[in-house]
């Protein structure tokens, strides 16, 4: 699980566009969520998994928002990416 989280690291980082970014950025969530909830279960305490929920939350929401506030920031690249310049 670390490694995944490490590499999806690495792709938000070195991404070369920024839907690569975004998705990277919510796969680390993810797994961060996932990890959370594992330790919560190796663990046995029941209040990490109110952590792990509220963090996906957060972490939903936070994507939502980015994606709109790009979507606002580059319209006109919206549905380009794949056309010769």
Do not use: C
């Not at 594992?38 to 939350?57: P, Q, W």
């Amino acid at each position: 699980m670390l490694a995944t989280m490490a590499l999806a690291l690495a792709r938000a980082l070195l991404g070369p566009t920024v839907w690569d970014r975004i998705v990277a950025v919510n796969v680390f969530g993810t797994k961060t969520v996932l990890l959370v909830a594992l330790i919560s279960f190796v663990m046995g305490h029941d209040l990490f998994i109110d952590i792990a929920l509220v963090y996906a939350l957060i972490n939903f929401i936070a994507i939502i928002a980015v994606l709109k506030l790009v979507r606002l920031q580059r319209p006109e690249e919206i549905g380009r990416e794949g056309e010769e310049p």
